[in-house]
C-alpha cells in the first residue's frame, strides 16, 4: 500500500507560480512511477504529467507544455509539480497518484494509489 498526501495548493493570480509536493509514505513508492491528475467542477480527470521511477522520462499534457515540470527526489519520497505562468484554465483539484510500475503510464487506470488532492485556484 502506497500513501500519498499532496501540499503546495492555493490561491495565485493568472502568470504566478506555485509547486506542488506529494510526499508517498511508502519505501516501495521509489520503485513506481508518478503522475499528477487535476479535475475542474464538471469535467473529467485528466493526466497532466507524469515521471517514471528515475525521472528519465516523463509526459506532459498538451495544454501544460513548456509550463509546468515534473521532477522527483526518490531519497525524499516526493515527487513535485512545478507550475508556471498560470491560466484561469489551470484551476482544478491536482491529485497525485502512483502506479506499480516502473515505467511511465498514462492511462488514469494505470494508477493504484491515489492523493486527497490539492485545491489550485488562478483567478484572472
Known amino acids: 500500500q502506497v500513501q500519498l498526501v499532496e501540499s503546495g495548493g492555493g490561491l495565485v493570480q493568472a502568470g504566478g507560480s506555485l509547486r506542488l509536493s ?7 513508492s521509489r520503485q513506481n512511477a508518478m503522475g499528477w491528475f487535476r479535475q475542474a467542477p464538471g ?29 522527483r527526489d526518490n531519497a525524499k519520497n516526493t515527487v513535485y509539480l512545478q507550475m508556471n505562468s498560470l491560466k484561469p ?34 483567478s484572472s
Open 43 to 71: 469535467k473529467e480527470r485528466e493526466l497532466v504529467a507524469a515521471i517514471n521511477w528515475d525521472g528519465g522520462s516523463t509526459y506532459y499534457l498538451d495544454s501544460v507544455k513548456g509550463r509546468f515540470t515534473i521532477s
Open 22 to 28: 506529494c510526499v508517498a509514505a511508502a519505501r516501495t
Open 89 to 122: 484554465e489551470d484551476t482544478a483539484v491536482y491529485y497525485c497518484a502512483a502506479t506499480r510500475s516502473l515505467g511511465l503510464r498514462s492511462g488514469i487506470g494505470d494508477y493504484a494509489y491515489w492523493g486527497q488532492g490539492t485545491q489550485v485556484t488562478v
